[in-house]
């Protein structure tokens, strides 16, 4: 499960699917060190392309010649990359506290139990489908539908807060950011997105055929005929439409106002009459909550109609499917290779399983993070480098003041509220300040799907409990290893967790350039979510409110409507166009973090004339700070999970995230000479921020 799910708004600079990990020759030993990558790399240039024609090739074309995809991974780029130099390196630190039987603190002790149990591939094996027992025992036994919310809730906890019919857990209240409710949210499908289930083209036809043949096959692991296990597949589907009919769009969860929709019980109640609330509330530790934010009604009221028109004999199919679904990565390989085959083969061209070693460091953080980051950050997070990457925001963050002084199109009352919100945003680099308690979580030395499990009930208990207590502003939603950054609307505060603060993204060793066009840019990124199509919409403390003049809004939506078409030009693959109101939010924050960068790099350099002209590589600085940006988007895809992601991310291809962004930069075309009539020289060029 993926960190920011349960938060409809954090803006991050990559989707999850980018740091999935490995190489295809893998060392025979975790690693004790880290490669260094500088943050510049001239070999992953191609300078026989022209960069006023294509800079993406120009800058990256050498490291996607040298990198391909490799057979277990569904793309790869140089966040790819440095996301698995972190995980080789915890993998060491795992291997070690996993051997290691004595002088271990308790966090300690987790983590390393935990990995051992998970590395144990005899011991999973020979379990085979027991760890499904209790949960298919608990389906079977239910007598009627009225005893649906107390299995279900069990279900939620144990499995996926998400993965049954709905999503429910707890989050800041888009009208008042210090309060925490409950939110109720639609879910329940298993493929990626709802079009998979309503596009009527030939191949997403064959995706829904294939789905169905493996639900057919999971579905026979479990002892069910092939001719049961078919029409449990078909159940399954008919089910799944339904609620995919009645689920809000990609594009659509974008507004804020489509998913806010506060209730109290009884109205919650009025939308699904066949289901008994206060018993589901009772379940999940949570009796007696009086309001909740339903995110989709429409879907709510749809759920609804599934209990009203289908028998128990199709709630238990269904039911049995999510749970398979939900538990056969960590279970034996009967179950574990069939699932891998449909959702990383199938739908994105995967070759094959990654290593073990490296999925079980990915549950470990994903499930034990705060207690894996301490580990990391005492090793590879230097508080000389914090101090590097805060003073980098501060500059980057008078930029943006600066910036928006300048800004023509805005008037003096919407630029005051706009420095009231810039004043207010809080820096969160490298690892929080208190570690999290993870005294709750009990991990068994032998028992790798119990642990997993035990895991998953830990956090959506802690995400329950939240609702009605005080709100911790100090919490992440990223772990300290992650390679990623985000910035949460809610919170008004900006996160860079230490794994992305390492070479060749943030390289201290480098001269300033570079280094300002890539972690100033993404700084700069991260900054302007706060002022994208979503983040603009929140005010300094975080709601939901409109602080803008109607003029002003106009304004904003004319620039942004000036990216939203150049996007739409951009061919993703086959004759598959970018989404872009879907890729907005990210095409905004990938210009203006861009803009920021050179205004903090131009400032840095005022106090170091001795770099302001000084050639490298045969670059001069203007070009370095380009190239470096450039180099951070450096990747290969997999034309699979590029139709997957053309649906799913809102990020462009990295091609796009580079040409896309410089073609608008005077300052980019004068860096390298180019001339009106090429490709990189824009007629039209776009700006926000």
């Known amino acids: 499960m993926h960190q920011l799910t349960r938060l409809a708004f954090a803006s991050t600079l990559l989707c999850s699917a980018a740091f999935a990990s490995a190489q295809t020759t893998e060392p025979e030993r975790p690693a004790t060190t880290f490669p260094y990558t500088p943050g510049l790399d001239v070999s992953a240039m191609d300078k026989s392309a022209d960069p006023c024609v294509d800079f993406y090739q120009y800058a990256c074309g050498g490291w996607m010649k040298n990198n391909p995809v490799p057979a277990d991974q569904a793309r790869w780029s140089v966040y790819s990359k440095l996301a698995q130099d972190n995980q080789r390196y915890l993998w060491g630190i795992l291997d070690g506290l996993a051997k290691q039987k004595e002088g271990r603190s308790v966090t300690q002790q987790k983590i390393g139990d935990y990995f051992g149990a998970c590395m144990d591939e005899g011991a999973i094996a020979k379990r085979g489908a027991e760890p499904l027992a209790p949960f298919l025992n608990q389906i079977e036994g239910m007598a009627s539908t009225r005893e649906l919310p107390r299995v279900l809730a069990g279900l939620q906890l144990a499995l996926s807060s998400e993965a049954f019919f709905f999503g429910f857990s707890s989050n800041q209240d888009f009208g008042d950011s210090t309060r925490v409710i409950a939110f109720a949210s639609g879910g329940g499908l298993g493929l990626p997105d709802r079009d998979y289930y309503l596009k009527t083209d030939k191949r997403s036809k064959d995706i829904r055929d294939k789905y169905e043949a493996h639900i057919r096959t999971m579905f026979g692991l479990i002892g069910e005929s092939p001719e049961t296990a078919k029409r449990s597949a078909a159940t399954v589907m008919r089910l799944e439409t339904a609620l995919a009919q009645a689920s809000l769009t990609r594009v659509d969860k974008r507004d804020p106002y489509k998913l806010f929709h506060k209730t109290d019980l009884k109205g919650l109640q009025a939308m699904t009459p066949g289901f008994d609330w206060k018993t589901y509330l009772a379940a999940v530790g949570q009796p007696g909550l009086k309001t909740f934010n339903v995110t989709e009604p429409k879907f709510m009221k749809a759920f609804g109609k599934q209990l009203r028109t289908n028998d128990l004999a199709a709630i238990k199919t269904y039911l049995r499917w999510h749970v398979m679904k939900e538990l056969s990565p960590v279970l034996a390989p009967q179950f574990d290779q069939p699932h891998f085959a449909f959702f990383s083969q199938t739908l994105r061209g995967v070759e094959k399983q990654p290593p073990r070693w490296k999925r079980c460091v990915q549950l470990v953080d994903a499930q034990l993070g705060e207690a894996l980051g301490q580990e990391f950050v005492s090793r590879a997070f230097s508080p000389e480098l914090k101090a590097k990457s805060l003073h980098m925001t501060r500059q980057v963050e008078e930029a943006m003041a600066k910036d928006i002084d300048s800004l023509a199109w805005m008037s003096p009352d919407t630029k005051k509220r706009a420095h009231e919100k810039l004043d207010a945003i809080v820096n969160k680099i490298g690892y929080p300040d208190t570690w999290r308690d993870y005294s709750a979580f009990e991990v068994r030395p032998n028992d790798f799907t119990g642990n997993a499990i035990r895991g998953t009930q830990f956090e959506n208990r802690r995400q329950l409990a939240k609702i009605g207590k005080p709100l911790d502003r100090s ?10 950054a985000y910035f949460n609307p809610q919170m008004n505060d900006i996160n860079f967790p230490a794994g992305v603060l390492q070479p060749p993204l943030f390289d201290p060793k480098m001269d300033d350039a570079p280094g300002y066009g890539n972690t100033g840019g993404t700084i700069g990124h991260e900054l302007t979510h706060a002022f994208d199509d979503e983040g603009r919409q929140f005010d300094a403390k975080g709601n939901l409110k409109d602080w803008w003049t109607k003029k002003d809004a106009k304004e904003f939506t004319d620039r942004a409507q000036c990216i939203v078409d150049q996007y739409a030009g951009y061919t993703v693959v086959d004759d598959i166009k970018i989404n872009s109101k879907l890729t907005l939010g990210e095409d905004v924050a990938d210009l203006g973090g861009l803009i920021l960068g050179w205004m903090a790099w131009k400032t840095q350099m005022a106090s170091m004339p001795q770099q302001a002209q000084a050639l490298r590589d045969g670059l001069s600085p203007e070009q370095r700070f380009f190239v470096g940006y450039a180099q ?25 995230r580079v040409n896309g962004v410089v073609v608008n930069m005077p300052e980019f075309e004068k860096a390298f000479s180019c001339k009106p009539g090429q490709p990189m020289a824009a007629v039209k060029r776009c700006r926000v921020w």
């Open 632 to 656: 951070w988007a450096c990747e290969n895809d997999r034309p699979e999970n590029l139709r997957v992601t053309a649906m799913t991310d809102p990020h462009s291809p990295g091609k796009y």
């Open 475 to 484: 919490e992440w939603l990223m772990t300290p290893p992650t390679v990623n």
